[in-house]
Structure formats: structure tokens, C-alpha cells
């Protein structure tokens, strides 16, 4: 099959899709990215950007783009596309595109839809502290995340997982079933109809969610921070700052960005695969404590106090 692919995931992800769409004996027609979205594009987007594609097989046919409108729709006619692939991609597609090639468009959604549509499935199954990642492969109509399902399935959540580091898993779901989803739409498989009763929505983080209260339990808390973690010194952090808006607390009189925590002894987690054992000894020292009291401690690491539990904070940002 001919394949246009829409994607905002760094270069070295795309050549792996490239690689195993080639490994199947199909052929990749064109790469659609975009720079961010067109209110964001900062001077550190667009270097974020240009270290997103550095890698990128100059081998692949690549389009940049800025909006849906103008000549895409005719670009991508011409090229005849038997099926589109979408992930991970910030723009609506309109019903001109979505018409254009013969076996329509087919998106990976990271949750098992209806649960979770919208454009921050992965924060949420995070902050909500589901054990399991779901994933959905659906046709694509002109509303988000409402079309026929293909094929859905789940992966293991663990508790050391975060936003960043699901993100990037999510183009290993892409081509573990690709050959499956491809063998599905060409045999005319139409999909299954949701049921729009059972469905959720995952909103972009507000503020006022991201804003932490000490008064909420430990457990809370750390799904909070790993639910806003971009690892900070990632060359293409800038880029996801639309996805993710920042976990914060003030500490001082100055705000606070963790990045990474600790539960210390969290006996009412029950999600313990992959704790470290730093995170399961006692802190009977500190009963007396006030919640919200956080004390910073000779590694530079700082204990806090909450609701029900303390939490280290191991990495963060001052800003």
C-alpha cells in the first residue's frame, strides 16, 4: 500500500516506522509534521523543532506544514495514498483529507477509547493511577477520537512511568501492530461503533489541577508529578510544552517545578512494581511534621509532608 503518515515524533521514531512500513512491503509517500502549534512557535520551539527532525532519513518525503488549508489537499491526491497513519499529531484533518485515500485515515490513540479522548489521554491514565495503558487503532471521522475501532490492547502502567516516557513508547505500539491493523483494512474489516455512553474525556491540565495541595495524599501527589513529567533536558522538550502544562508548588516564595519523586512507605500503594527500595523505609523521625512542610535535605532533595504520606522530591526546577 501507498501510506502518508502525519506524526510530531522525533526523527529516529520515524525512521523505525519508515523502516518497518518498508519491512511489510509497503511504501511510505509522504511525512506530514508541523513546527507546533502556530500560536506557540517560539524561538526555543523552533529549535526544538529542528532537533526533533535532525535525524530524520533524508531518505523519507517530508512536508512541514502550518494549517490543514491550502494546497495539502491536493498534494496528497496526487500521490494516490492507499491509507493514512496518524499519531501523535496536533491538527484536526478535516473531511477533504480524511476522504482522500482509499482506505481512509487510521489513528493510535493511547487509551482504550471511548475512556480518555481528547488530546491528554496519557496524563490522565497517569494521574489517575491505572495499572494498565490502554491503546486504540480507530478510523478517523471528523471529530476526535469518535470513529470505528480496529483494534485496541493494553500495556503495563508502572509506577516509575511518566509522561515522557509513555510518549515515547507509543510508536513501539504503532508498528508492534501495524502488520495486523494493515491485514484488517485491506480485508474491509469496517470496525466496531463505540459506545459514545461509556466515554471520558482528557482534557488539557489546568492550573488549577496542576497547582499541588500538600493536604492530598503522598500517593496523589506523584501521580500528579509523573502526569506533568517532559524530562527537562531533552532536546525536544519545548515542543511538548502544549501537551504538558507544568506541576508546580511555591516553596519560599518561589515556584517550584518537580520533575521526579519518591513515595516514602507507601503501604497503601498498590501499584508497587519497579519502587526502588529507597522509597520503603520508615520516617518515624518526622511524625510530628506539619503537612505542607517541606525540608530540603543535604543531597538537595526535598522531603514533603501531605495528607496522608511524605513524598522526595528528587529533581525539580526553580523558577
Not at 219 to 234: F, G, N, P, Q
Request: one cysteine or more; proline letters at 5%.
Amino acid at each position: 500500500m501507498r501510506i502518508i503518515y502525519f506524526s510530531t515524533i522525533p526523527g529516529k521514531k520515524v525512521n523505525a516506522v519508515y523502516e518497518k512500513i518498508q519491512e511489510l512491503g509497503h511504501e511510505l509517500v509522504l511525512f506530514v509534521t508541523i513546527r507546533g502549534l502556530p500560536t506557540m512557535v517560539t524561538n526555543n520551539h523552533q529549535k526544538a523543532f529542528e532537533d526533533r527532525i535532525k535525524d530524520l532519513n533524508p531518505n523519507i518525503p517530508t512536508l512541514v506544514v502550518n494549517t490543514m488549508k491550502g494546497d495539502l489537499a491536493n498534494i496528497i491526491t496526487a500521490l494516490q495514498p492507499d491509507i493514512g497513519l496518524v499519531l501523535q499529531f496536533a491538527f484536526r484533518l478535516n473531511k477533504t483529507i480524511l476522504s482522500i485515500p482509499k482506505y481512509g485515515f487510521v489513528n493510535l490513540h493511547p487509551s482504550m477509547l471511548p475512556k480518555y479522548r481528547g488530546p491528554n489521554p496519557i496524563g490522565w491514565q497517569i494521574l489517575n493511577n491505572e495499572k494498565t495503558l490502554g491503546f486504540t487503532f480507530h478510523y478517523m471521522d471528523d471529530k476526535y477520537d469518535t470513529g470505528r475501532i480496529i483494534l485496541q490492547g493494553t500495556r503495563p502502567l508502572t509506577s516509575t512511568d511518566n509522561f515522557f516516557s509513555i510518549y515515547m513508547q507509543v510508536p513501539q505500539i504503532l508498528m508492534d501492530n501495524m502488520a495486523t491493523v494493515f491485514q484488517l483494512v485491506q480485508q474491509g474489516y469496517k470496525g466496531e461503533i463505540q459506545n459514545d455512553g461509556e466515554h471520558s474525556y482528557a482534557s488539557f491540565f489546568t492550573v488549577e489541577q496542576c497547582t499541588i495541595n500538600w493536604e492530598r495524599p503522598a500517593i496523589e501527589i506523584d501521580c500528579l508529578i509523573r502526569a506533568t513529567s517532559v524530562w527537562h533536558k531533552h532536546d525536544y522538550y519545548a515542543t511538548m510544552e502544549y501537551l504538558v502544562r507544568k506541576a508546580m508548588f511555591e516553596m519560599n516564595g518561589k515556584m517550584i517545578r518537580p520533575l521526579k519523586s519518591l513515595l516514602i512507605c507507601p503501604k497503601d500503594y498498590d501499584n508497587l512494581s519497579g519502587l526502588d527500595s529507597k522509597q520503603t523505609f520508615m520516617q518515624d523521625n518526622f511524625s510530628d511534621a506539619k503537612v505542607g512542610e517541606i525540608t530540603e535535605q543535604s543531597t538537595g532533595e526535598l522531603l514533603a509532608h501531605t495528607g496522608n504520606g511524605q513524598l522526595l522530591i528528587t529533581d525539580y526546577e526553580r523558577l
